[in-house]
């Protein structure tokens, strides 16, 4: 208590003025409000017993004094200012007390406020379903139904989330396992060889839509291109691969098929799509390679139209045998069409293609079993669920997938067994 006296005054103030009890003496000349502050005496004093013990508590300050002359009473009126601060009035105190609670408890509100806010981001970043670009078909068309299937379930506060694509979606759900993330399939087998314990982390719970394997070429090059062709003569064709997604599917294809595609040395990476196209019609490239969800509505379908390039079924052994997770990473599908139907035949075209798929994080890789059990609900309630659920009703999408047709197994045998042949021929040419 002095030393806060000491502190709001500034300065110590004489004992003539001092306005409650003498700590040397004990003597009281105190107001109403200083009762909380009063100490019990033994009795009154006169005042020449108060003058006595001042002079001789004073004698005792002296620092190595005490054999001195006795002080003066300016000498002994100072000592008694040091030794007698002035005490703080009692309602000056209750209000500072009132103001150090108040402040307390604007820390403690703070600090839970705090709290509250971090666990809220992490509970949202928990219930992300991250997709791609706002634009693009998993945020627009895929994730709305899945959201309607989890709120039936009952798993709320769920939300599509733009992200980066299928890598920064790997990345997201590897560091948020309760968020669920759409991929490439072969994107994410291509990733996996590189990272098989992280790959370890990761479940796939559904897979939906095939997203087509599109390989073109001049239409002049050739009266019927077959990828064997292509696979043979890898080392000596300049290939142009959009980049993305598109680049990673092209690096999963030479990685299956080491002696095949794998061989393709003369490689350009090119901005997108359209810009690999624009390459093959231009003659600086050979072959061009993407990956997309081709339907009429599609501008690059009307590009190929208007180039007249020609597209090859990318059809062979390594690529069906592909697995990740035993879940097979390309189908053989054939698609309706029409609009390239001017460039002859009915509209029909069979490549293979990649599964867009949904994952999330093992339940084995989350630390709180609480979660961990929260997690196998919601991934069996999206196993359960019809295929029909997670698809668009409406739209180009849902006419691009009502109009696919998985291709019959003997359809598939003559495929693969002419892929052999041209393939055989065209490693027997001299380079």
Not at 169 to 179: E, H, Q
Not at 210 to 235: H, P, Y
Request: charged share 20%.
């Amino acid at each position: 208590m002095r030393a806060t006296a000491r502190k709001h005054l500034g300065v110590h103030t004489p004992v003539t003025a001092f306005m409650g009890k003498c700590r040397l003496c004990g003597r009281s000349n105190q107001s109403p409000g200083d009762a909380l502050f009063r100490q019990p005496t033994d009795g009154s004093i006169t005042s020449d017993q108060h003058a006595r013990r001042v002079r001789g508590m004073g004698a005792l300050h002296l620092s190595g004094h005490a054999a001195a002359t006795p002080p003066t009473s300016e000498t002994n009126s100072r000592r008694l200012s040091i030794a007698c601060p002035r005490v703080m009035p009692a309602q000056r105190v209750e209000r500072a007390v009132r103001m150090r609670r108040s402040t307390i408890s604007s820390l403690a509100i703070t600090a839970f406020l705090t709290i509250g806010a971090a666990s809220a981001a992490h509970d949202q970043q928990a219930k992300a379903i991250y997709t791609a670009s706002q634009f693009g078909a998993y945020h627009s068309s895929f994730c709305p139904p899945i959201l309607v299937i989890l709120e039936s379930a009952g798993f709320h506060g769920y939300s599509c989330t733009p992200s980066g694509g299928t890598l920064d979606n790997i990345a997201k759900v590897l560091a948020d396992p309760r968020s669920l993330g759409f991929v490439q399939l072969d994107v994410l087998a291509r990733w996996a060889l590189d990272n098989i314990e992280a790959a370890k982390k990761l479940v796939v719970i559904r897979t939906l839509a095939c997203e087509g394997l599109w390989m073109v070429t001049r239409n002049n090059d050739m009266a019927v291109v077959k990828f064997g062709q292509i696979v043979g003569s890898a080392r000596r064709l300049q290939f142009a691969v959009a980049d993305g997604g598109s680049r990673a599917s092209f690096e999963f294809l030479q990685k299956v098929d080491p002696s095949g595609l794998g061989r393709a040395r003369n490689i350009q990476v090119v901005e997108n799509a359209t810009a690999a196209i624009d390459r093959v019609a231009s003659g600086g490239a050979d072959v061009g390679f993407f990956v997309q969800y081709a339907e009429r509505s599609n501008p690059n379908v009307k590009i190929l139209q208007k180039r007249k390039l020609r597209t090859v079924p990318v059809v062979n052994y390594e690529l069906i045998a592909a697995k990740v997770a035993d879940v097979p990473v390309y189908k053989v599908q054939t698609f309706s069409l029409k609009a390239w139907g001017s460039m002859g035949g009915d509209g029909q075209y069979t490549t293979a293609c990649t599964p867009a798929v949904i994952m999330t994080g093992s339940p084995e890789s989350i630390v709180d079993p609480n979660d961990a059990n929260d997690q196998r609900a919601l991934f069996n309630k999206i196993k359960a669920a019809p295929a029909a659920a997670f698809l668009p009703k409406d739209g180009w999408l849902a006419r691009l997938i009502s109009g696919t047709r998985s291709v019959p197994e003997p359809a598939l045998k003559d495929m693969l067994e002419a892929y052999d042949a041209a393939k055989k021929k065209a490693e027997q040419i001299t380079p």
